[in-house]
Structure formats: C-alpha cells, structure tokens
C-alpha cells in the first residue's frame, strides 16, 4: 500500500474516522480485492504516523460494517462476500450523522423530551409554555371558523407576511412603547428562529459574544454550532452588570451582547431601570449591538412590565425579538425581530436559503388574533392565572420544603428558579422525580454551578402543581438519605 | 501605534474591513484620543504589510462613519464631537451584514423578487410556482371552516405532527410505491428545509458533493453557504448519466448526490428507468448516499409518472424529499423527507435548534386535505390545467419564434426549458422582457451557459400565457437588432 494520504490533523473528523473511510474508499476502489490483505495496525500507524490505538479504531469500525475480518494468526483481510461480484452497501449512515457542524441538544433536554413523549400522566414543570388551559385555543378556534383562510397561498414576501407586520406595528407601539415600520420587521418562527438567523449571519465562527449566566442561551447549542465564543455576565437580582461588557470587550473583544432583561428565563429577574440606561450607554459607546430576547414582558402579573431597552435605544443598537410563544400559543411559531432594514433584508435572504418563509397561515392567524377585541382580555385572563400558578407553587414549595429551597418571587413569566440549600447530586434528583412521576429542568442547562432548579407553573395542569411538589419533595428527600 | 497586531489573510473578511475595525476598537479605547493624528496611509500600509489602496479603504470607511477626518495638509485624525465627553455610536451595521457566512440570494433571482413586488401587472413566468387558480384554496378554505383547530397549540414532536406523517405514510405507498414508517418521516419547511438541513447537518465544509448540470441547486447559494464544493452530473434528454458518479468519487470523493429525476427543474426532463437502476448500482457499490428532490411527479400530465430511485432502493441508500408546493400550494410551506430514522432523529434535533419545528396549523391543514376526498379530484385537475397552459406555451413559441428557439416538450411539470439559437446577451434580454412586462429565469441561475431560458406556465394566469410569450418575442427581436 502505498501510503501518499495523511489525515488531516486539522479536520473536525476523528482521526480513525478518516482512515476508515480512506480504507474504505481504496477497497472500493479495488486497490484492494476481496480477500487481500491490509497491513498490520503497527505498520499502517507508522506509516500514517498516528497512533497503533488511533488504527485500532479504524479496523474496528470497518469490521463493524462486514468490510474487513481479522483472525488471529492470518492478519486483517477484505471480506470476500461483501465485495464479491457487485459489491453493494448501505451508505455509512452514522459517520453521516457524526459528521456535520451542529452540535447535538443537551443530553437534559433530550431525555427530557423522551420521556414526556413515553408518559403523558407526568407532571411536567419542564417544558417552557403555556397549558391548553392558558392558550387562547377556543379564541382562535373561532376566528378560523369566522374567517377561513381565502389569501393565494404562493411563496410570500420574505419578510413576512404583510398584514401581521402592520399589526405588530402598532402593537409593538401601543403595549411595548416601540416605535417601528413595517420594513423594519421580520416575521421568525418563533423568537428561537431570530437568534438562530441572528448568530448565523450577523456573526462569523471565532467572534465572541457576551450572555447572561445562567441563561437560557446556554440551553442552546445554537451558539457553539455557530462556533461563537461564550462570555459569561453574571446575573444578580437586579440583572446583569453593565459594567461586565467593558471588560469582556477589553479582553475577548465580544461582538454582540445577549440579553433577556424582562422576567429572565430562567431566573424571573428583570434589569432594573438605571441599569438598562447603563447598558445602553456602554453598548453604544463600544459600537455594540444588543440583541433584546423579550419574549415575556407581557406576562407581567400587575400589567406593568418595565420599558424594554428597544425603547430607550436611541441610536439603534438593540435588535429586538418577541414571540406569541409565551403570550399565546409556541405551537403558532410566530415570533418577531425589528432591526436597522439592512438587517431585515439580509436576514430575511438567507432565510430563503434556509426554508422559504413562514406559512402564511399561522401569521394570518397571528395577524387576526392580534386585531381582535379578544386579545387583551386573553392577556388579563393569562395574567392572573398565572399569578394564581406561581401563587400555587410558591405555598406549596414553602410548605414541603422550607429550608431545603431558597427563591425569590417572580412578578412576571412563567418560571421560578431555585437553589437547594444541600449537597445534592443533580442527576441523582432528575432521575428519582422522574420515577415519582414529575419532571423539571436541573439548573446547569442555563448554565448555573448544580443545585439549582427551574421550575415552569405554567404548564402542568393547576390542580397538579401542589401534588408535583409533593413529589419532588419525596425525591428531593429520598437522594439525600 | 505599536502594532502587534497584524490582519488575517485567510478570515472571510476584507482586509480593510479589519483594518478599519481594529482602529476603531483602538480609538474607542483611548489609544487615540479625540483629534490626535493618526499614521499616513503609506506608513501604516507599511507597518501592517499591506497595498496603499487597502489603507485608503480602511480610512475611507471610518471617515464615512464619522469616525475620523482627513484636512489635505494636516493628516487624519480622529473627531472630537464624535468621541467627547460620552462618545456614542450606533453599531456598524453594515460590517455585521457583511461579515455573516451567508452568500446573498443571486443578483437575478433578488432583481426577479423586486420586480414583481413593485409591479404585479408583470406576466410571471418567473416565479416556480402554482397561480391561485391552480391551487384547491377553495377546498382549503371550506376544509378549515368545517375542522377548525382544536388541538393544543403547544410545542410539537420535533419530526412534525403525527397525524401529519401518518397520512404520508399511506400517501407515499399510494402514489409513490415507497413504503415506509411515521418514525422515518420527517416533516420540514419544504423540500427547501430538508435540502437546507442535508447540507448543513450530515456534510461538513469542505465536502464535495454531485448536483446535476443544470439545476435548481445552483440557484441555492445554500450549498456555498455551507462551505460545499460543487461538482457536475450534465443532464442529457434522459437524465444525467450515472457512470459520470464513478469518476466524481474517484477524483473528488463526492460524499453524496443531489438529483430530481422526474421532471427535472429546470429542464423538465426524466431520468428513464435504466439509469435510475443504474444509478442506484454505482452508488451502493461506493456507499454514497442519494438524495432524491421529488416535488414535481405528481403532475405527470398522463397520471403516469416514473417510479421514484426510493421505491426502488433496497439498500437504503437514498433520502428522499418531497412537497406540497408544486402539487397544492407552496405558502402551506410543508415538505417531507423520508430517511433512515438515525438520520430523521439528527436533523429534527438540530431543527430545534434553528426554528423549534413547524407550525402544527398548516400541518393539520396538509394531513386533512390528504386525507379527503378532495385530494384526488384536485390533483387530475391540475394535471389537465397544466397540460393545457403547456399547450399554450409550446403553441405561442411556436408561432412567434419559430427558429429561434429550441426545446423539448415537457411530459409533467411546472417548467419549460429553452435553448435560444441565436447569440444573445442574456441581461439585455432580461431587461427588456421586464420593460415590455414579462419576466422569466435567465439560464444561468440554474448553472447553464447563457442563452437558456425557464419559462414557469404554472404561474401566470391562463389568459396572460399568449401575450406574454408575444411581449418576450418582441423583446427577443428588439435585442438582437
Ligand atoms: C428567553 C427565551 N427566548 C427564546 C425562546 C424561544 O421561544 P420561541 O421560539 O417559541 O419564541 C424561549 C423559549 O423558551 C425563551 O425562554
Ligand atoms: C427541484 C426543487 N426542489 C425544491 C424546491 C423548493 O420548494 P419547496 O421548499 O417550496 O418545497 C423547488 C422549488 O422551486 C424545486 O424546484
């Protein structure tokens, strides 16, 4: 075998994972018959100059696809039926799937997702929406009916649905105080699709961005598949320090700023006042564009949220997202971004790469719920039943547990963040609620050291929420014998 | 100015772009304070190892922003108002448009998109797509008021709804001879989404892969968006030739295939069933995965189309996708790939990370119209109507351009493909086509040499098909004079 390949050191590849398929492409290539033999694994690493280990692998994954066959004594030899006449296989599926750029969701969340999936009975305090009970489902079951779809359903305009945007125009200015124009809005799926198309083609793999810690973005791989650099800014009760930026920006040069100031997801906190003056101020002395993810604001339960940063920013620094997800229903997939036009246009092009647009339909349905004079008597209603849920939860935590948990109260959103005051093993705790039949999301998802806990009130059914903590107490309990 | 700095030629950003960024990281940090001079263009040249001009770009940019100021006599320096007291400034917007890894759309397809938003009195043979009248909006719309939506709106299985892929599992045996399993189907923004997903979750950059010459791909930046080198299958009157995928892998290892064998956009032509068995052949002898587009076979005018590469795949070899867009309507956005389910579970996980899935609404929409009565009907309608417009097309060419064009007739489809036989500059005629109100596809977006034009007859309303193919003769003949 005349070796003039190398494997390329630098290939996000492993190593063994080149050699195999270079071995597999020369055997069907016929540079080596059926039944012919390869080197020994000493002999093909000195002259790869890899490890014996690193060759190990390799014939090991080839013999694990009935290519090749060792038998002590006679060395490693192509297999003969495999190649035989027509020589047929399978595509290798798995290096396929090993090998592209994303990078696989959270181990958490998966196992999550598969057991919510298996059991439908668990108490879910994990998934971050609202219940059928909260949804403005029989709202919007009756506008379809009032109102059948009749647009021509052709590609549409990639910005978004037209309609929807002029709602969210005034929308946006009557509950969020932001003053926009419909060209300057990009319809998303959902706010996820923002960030996505945001980290994607604002940003170039290698530029470092700042993200509030815990964080919501840390639930995201999102950022290390756009081979983004993470820099931590820590959040306290009131938010995150403005300060921090000047450093990160100092030493690491970060490129945008992350931030969820209004009820954080997950720590229900909101940047107070003076800081969200600050931040703007050094963001806009650094040049730095801000990236506002508001997707609960509305959620406020004295209907008062704080004034988003957008409508403060008056040099346009702030790129700001919203969604119906958190407000109304995550299964529309509607979200919001208004940016600088530019933005809009070059995002809104590169999502023609990625799926064409949105579906008109869910945006009409958007569009029309908006519009309609159930909308904020929905909001009042959603509200005050989710003060009720956290009200609920907040009783029922300080009842089971009083000293194991500290918290503070949230006034808005739809999660309540914990700390357990004890050593306790997090996976040790996931998987014991899990047999009790409850689920929540361990706190080092967001990024947080462990011994932390995000719980969701707005999803499980009311009349669960205090039996659930019952059961989290059990199995809080129960890991710490 | 020390500079230990030094610009990196192989970023994907211009030279004077980082040039430019970096003086302006270093005047916002104070090393050069308001009014003081910067280096001459030819010093700094010097000192970083650059050309003049690039210098002058550099400069040129933050004086456009403001930043500095050039007084012939008295050097470059920095602004005082600008930076005084709080210096504050908006972020460079444009640098983080540009700096993204996203190629824009082709200039052809964008000045198509302007075009027809600006004026939709054009007669559109541009747009891939079915007119209104071609699309069952009726019986969408009736089907929604009858089913308003009941379910809950929340976050979906990530492969799509189920009842969704339940319906396709019995459509795809129906009509595709392809059987398969819910749990094999993943449900995506159209064929767009799971093309966008192939390129960027099972190839990594760097790879090549095969794509017929020409084809719709190459009017996908997608592909170089994802850092893929692209190599050329030339389609004949039956397809492209399989034995050409022989001497891709061998010269540049092609990792997969991107083919649409029935009715091929932009040519409209079939691989014939020899090919497809051979195809099938060469690729499982190199293990090479094929993915198959399909959005068209469903409008083979005679109800008889070719059986797809995927019923005839015994090895598992080929990912195949297809739509609602060129058989329903393209605004539902619901396309589908059917796939090993390895393959399905690590596309739907990273299609979290990008959009979080589909909206279920249009997803229900999809699986009622499938399931209903209305979808045979519909679909024998459209055939006879797509025949019928081209007819109309084929007999206006005929009659205005007899000599001047050539092209084979299509048997299914949304497309006619035509040669020009006279020498002509492609943008001239794009123009003027658009002047007297027609527009159309210039050849070279999909990869052809220049004289080639694609017609859409799906498009524009029956009764504009003659006029526009006599406005297009017209144009022809001015731009030849
Ligand atoms: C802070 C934050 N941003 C964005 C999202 C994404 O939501 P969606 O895409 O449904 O709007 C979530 C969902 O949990 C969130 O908590
Ligand atoms: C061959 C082919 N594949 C895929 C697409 C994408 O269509 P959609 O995403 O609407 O299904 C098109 C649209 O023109 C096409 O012609």
Same sequence: chains 1, 2.
Avoid at 67 to 77: A, L, Y
Avoid at 124 to 135: I, M, P, T
Avoid at 392 to 400: D, S, W
Wanted: charged share 20%; glycine share 6%.
């Amino acid at each position: 075998m005349i070796i003039i390949w190398k494997p390329d050191r630098s290939s996000s590849q492993t190593l063994y994972h080149q050699i195999a398929d270079e071995i597999e492409r020369r055997i069907s290539y016929g540079e080596f018959p059926p039944g012919s033999l390869l080197p020994s694994e000493r002999k093909l690493a000195e002259q790869l100059g890899v490890n014996r280990s690193t060759v190990i692998l390799a014939y090991e994954e080839l013999r694990a696809l009935g290519i090749i066959e060792s038998r002590t004594g006679s060395g490693t030899r192509v297999c003969k039926n495999k190649w035989e006449a027509t020589p047929k296989h399978t595509p290798n599926w798995h290096r396929y799937v090993e090998g592209g750029q994303f990078l696989p969701n959270l181990s958490y969340l998966r196992r999550i997702r598969e057991a919510l999936q298996k059991d439908s009975s668990l108490i879910d305090f994990a998934s971050g929406e609202l219940s059928s009970q909260l949804s403005p489902g029989k709202e919007i079951s009756t506008q379809m009916k009032e109102n059948p779809f009749t647009e021509y359903l052709g590609y549409d305009n990639p910005q978004g649905f037209t309609p929807l945007r002029e709602e969210l125009v005034s929308y946006l200015s009557r509950y969020r105080n932001v003053q926009t124009t419909d060209s300057s809005i990009l319809i998303t799926s959902g706010s996820q699709q923002s960030l996505y198309l945001i980290t994607q083609c604002l940003l170039a793999p290698g530029d470092a961005v700042a993200i509030e810690d815990p964080s919501y973005c840390y639930s995201l791989p999102m950022f290390q598949s756009a081979g983004l650099r993470l820099f931590r800014l820590p959040v306290s009760n009131n938010g995150m320090n403005p300060e921090d930026i000047r450093a990160l920006y100092k030493k690491h040069r970060i490129k945008m700023i992350f931030i969820n100031p209004t009820f954080q997801n997950p720590t229900g906190v909101c940047l107070d006042p003076t800081r969200r003056m600050q931040l703007l101020d050094v963001a806009s002395e650094l040049g730095l564009p801000i990236v506002e993810d508001d997707p609960f604001s509305l959620t406020s339960y004295d209907g008062k949220p704080p004034l988003p940063l957008k409508s403060l920013d008056q040099l346009g620094s702030v790129l700001y997202i919203g969604s119906f997800s958190k407000i109304a229903a995550s299964g529309l997939r509607v979200g919001w971004m208004v940016a600088p036009h530019s933005v809009v246009e070059r995002l809104a092009d590169a999502r023609q790469q990625m799926d064409f647009g949105l579906s008109v339909v869910p945006q009409k349905i958007a569009a029309q719920f908006l519009h309609s004079d159930n909308f904020l008597p929905h909001l009042e209603r959603l509200r005050m039943h989710l003060q009720y849920r956290r009200d609920l939860l907040v009783e029922a935590l300080q009842k089971e547990l009083p000293n194991e948990l500290s918290f503070s109260i949230p006034q808005g959103g739809l999660h309540l963040w914990c700390k357990i005051n004890l050593d306790v093993n997090d996976n040790q705790l996931f998987e014991e609620a899990l047999r009790r039949g409850v689920v929540f999301v361990p706190g080092s998802v967001y990024g947080s050291d462990s011994g932390y806990v995000r719980f969701t009130f707005a999803r499980p059914k009311e009349e669960e929420i205090t039996l659930g903590v019952a059961k989290f107490a059990d199995a809080l309990k129960a890991v710490l014998l």
